[in-house]
Nanobody
Framework: QVPLVESGGGLVQAGGSLRLSCAAS????????MGWFRQAPGKEREFVAV????????NYADSVKGRFTISRGYANNTVYLQMNSLKPDDTAVYYC??????????????????WGQGTQVTVSS
């Protein structure tokens, strides 16, 4: 059973918006930091954003800062990624991930133990 399930991806024109959701499946992640990563064809998986277990702290990749917003749902078992002013360079498969502790290594995919299967985001020019 996949512990995290992403949804909300799709095809959008440049300048448009999408909201990705990530829901826990079969267990709770209320005490975990939750992150979003993305991977474009032929490229390594890269960090996008992370939110602390409490929702009080967030960090973003420089490439999405000011355009994307990460947040946690009321029950803390859901995390969202609001993506505005999308660019063709944002095209990728977006993955949700959970980590019991990140420290300063929140940009490293190896820090995260649980992953979803990903959702495709395609931005046309």
């Amino acid at each position: 059973q996949v512990p995290l399930v992403e949804s909300g991806g799709g095809l959008v024109q440049a300048g448009g918006s999408l909201r990705l959701s990530c829901a826990a499946s079969g267990r709770t992640f209320s005490g975990y930091a939750m992150g979003w990563f993305r991977q474009a064809p032929g490229k390594e998986r890269e960090f996008v954003a992370v939110v602390s277990w409490s929702g009080g702290n967030t960090n973003y990749a420089d490439s999405v800062k000011g355009r994307f917003t990460i947040s946690r749902g009321y029950a803390n078992n859901t995390v969202y990624l609001q993506m505005n002013s999308l660019k063709p360079d944002d095209t990728a498969v977006y993955y949700c991930a959970a980590a019991a502790y990140t420290g300063s290594w929140y940009t490293n995919p190896r820090t995260y133990k649980y992953w979803g299967q990903g959702t495709q985001v395609t931005v046309s020019s």
